[in-house]
């Protein structure tokens, strides 16, 4: 081949590539209740679109497990778990990407049982449409009213509801109609602003890719058809610089960069920047990628930036634009879908991680829970798995956000448990409380015991742990860790006598006193019984296992009343 064939062929291939990294990305997700047929959908969307490659398409076709009526069981190409496929259902989020002439696609296929809400949470958080899939035989449940109330809080754009099976009610229109009325009473509850309806059979093929022979009487576009039109939101490259440091690259002493992912705005050498908490300026120095020095980054990129000055910059802090900064606050209002078995608490400790930043948080109060199925505000004073609530907050430090309407990444926050690391809750900030909060005038108010309840979230104790300063050590760390205000004191530098003096200062200030020792007799445990006022915790009442993990999960179920509400005569007594 000469020279100038090797040109034009280059220069072609050129051509393509710039063709292609052109294309518009539209990322959409799969949501709706269980056994609606998400995942059948997506695998005859990716087979009819020729997305599917040969060697994939034979395993499918091979396999054991068909719960299908055809040949092939499109499920099978996006439940990939050996779970997903000996249960037929979806538990993780599979992600998968295909693309067309006309666009580039991300698809979520999200899980529909109740029990994996998360993971349609987390699939959804990034999309710029959601599909809400109906099953034409059993309409709108419960499980399609979670997720479509889900993605209108995660401020999705865009709603393409697919009806499908329609190939189990003849294709008849009259049900299209009567779905479509009822999801579009839920849209207009939810002010969901553009929703599309369109009727399916992903089993048969039926108005996926090709138009349905079946359902002559409907005149819209296909399922690829909407996906490949539908007006995309032009994120606008807002001024308002969001920052986020996630670490400091110090590699000698020649360079100190800062490293993380651009939240929102758009970062230029010589920009000015105000660094949060310290509130020190700067100006950008460099924007230093993996392969070059960039001119302006914007989100999502990952980059390095360094600054003019010598700031004292770490994790979890923030650079912003001098004219646009965020709100700063400690209190705020959120909304948060609860995802874990274990309920949610007033008054109860959680970390909270805010895009680099991890701070402890108390949920001050939980104003309500909204009702799936009628959408009504129900007040409540716990949190079940998979409840839509709106929580106040506090946090011990600020945390530097926007409003989730106007920033995803700055307003939102996972509520994590400090003992276990298991994921609790999503949250979307709402509201910023700083501005409202009122000094009243309680100078002549005492602090009442109920106060200090609210203040620490437990109540004041006496825990007694005879014989074994090693339980007693990873007790106190065990409950420092989940924010209660415990102190360990040894026998040996109090005896029992001068202890018994201080258990009330003690427990007037809220306090948990772990008091390790030798054995006690009994008058003595009586005489600190009587002080601590029902609020003594004698361990040697327990039989501990051996195993030490297995002793301190048992002592921390022992004092889980702790934690409990104040019941009506406490509240009496000390208000």
Do not use: C
Request: hydrophobic fraction near 40%; charged fraction near 25%.
């Amino acid at each position: 081949m000469s020279v100038t064939a090797n040109t034009e062929a280059w220069g072609g291939f050129e051509s393509f590539i710039d063709q292609n990294l052109a294309k518009e990305l539209l990322r959409f997700t799969t949501a709706g209740s269980v056994d609606d047929g998400k995942s059948t959908l997506i695998g005859r969307l990716l087979h009819d679109s020729k997305s599917v490659f040969e060697d994939q398409l034979a395993a499918v076709k091979k396999s054991r497990i068909n719960r299908s009526t055809g040949a092939v069981d499109f499920s099978l190409l996006t439940d990939g778990l050996r779970a997903e496929r000996e249960q037929g259902i979806t538990i993780d989020v599979a992600y998968r990407y295909f693309e067309t002439p006309r666009r580039k696609f991300i698809i979520a296929d999200t899980p529909g049982h109740e029990q994996y809400t998360r993971n349609m949470a987390t699939g959804a958080s990034t999309a710029n449409l959601a599909v809400i899939l109906i099953d034409a035989t059993k309409g709108v449940l419960a499980q399609t009213r979670r997720h479509t109330y889900i993605a209108s809080l995660l401020g999705i754009p865009n709603v393409l509801v697919a009806i499908n099976k329609m190939d189990l009610v003849e294709y008849r229109e009259e049900v299209f109609l009567r779905l479509q009325k009822d999801f579009d009473a839920l849209a207009k509850q939810l002010a969901v602003p553009h929703v599309v309806a369109i009727p399916i059979s992903a089993l048969a093929g039926d108005n996926v890719v090709a138009r349905s022979a079946h359902m002559p009487w409907y005149q819209g576009p296909t399922f690829l058809d909407h996906l490949e039109n539908v007006p995309l939101r032009v994120e606008t490259m807002s001024d308002a610089v969001r920052f986020p440091v996630q670490y400091v690259i110090r590699p000698d002493a020649s360079f100190r960069g800062f490293a993380g992912q651009v939240a929102s705005g758009v970062i230029r050498p010589g920009d000015p920047v105000v660094s949060l908490p310290s509130e020190q300026k700067s100006r950008v120095r460099s924007i230093a990628t993996f392969d070059w020095d960039a001119t302006e980054a914007f989100p999502p990129m990952s980059v390095t930036v360094t600054l003019e000055d010598e700031i004292d910059l770490s994790r979890g802090d923030m650079l912003v634009s001098p004219g646009h900064p965020p709100r700063v606050s400690r209190h705020f209002e959120a909304m948060v879908v609860w995802f874990n078995a274990e309920p949610g608490e007033q008054g109860k400790s959680y970390l909270l991680k805010h895009t680099s930043r991890t701070v402890r948080a108390k949920a001050l109060k939980i104003r309500y829970r909204v009702n799936v199925n009628s959408l009504v505000q129900e007040p409540v004073e716990h949190l079940q798995m998979n409840d839509i609530a709106y929580v106040e907050f506090e946090t011990v430090s600020p945390l530097f956000f926007d409003p989730y309407t106007q920033n995803r990444i700055t307003g939102s926050f996972i509520l994590i448990d400090p003992i276990s690391n298991a994921t609790l809750g999503a949250g979307m900030i709402r509201a910023d409380l700083s501005d409202q909060t009122v000094v009243e005038d309680a100078a002549h108010k005492p602090v009442t015991a109920t106060e200090r309840y609210k203040r620490h979230g437990h109540h004041p104790a006496l825990i007694l742990v005879e014989d074994n300063p090693a339980l007693a050590s990873r007790l106190e760390r065990a409950l420092f860790d989940d924010h209660f205000e415990v102190l360990q004191i040894s026998g040996d530098d109090v005896p029992v006598e001068d202890l018994e003096k201080n258990v009330k200062l003690a427990q007037s200030s809220g306090l948990v006193i772990i008091y390790s020792s030798d054995v006690l007799s009994p008058q003595e445990k009586l005489r600190l019984n009587a002080v601590a006022v029902d609020s003594f915790f004698d361990l040697s009442v327990l039989q501990l296992p051996a195993e030490e993990p297995d002793a301190l999960r048992k002592v921390l179920a022992f004092l889980r009343p702790l934690r409990a509400i104040a019941d009506r005569r406490e509240r009496d007594k000390h208000d």
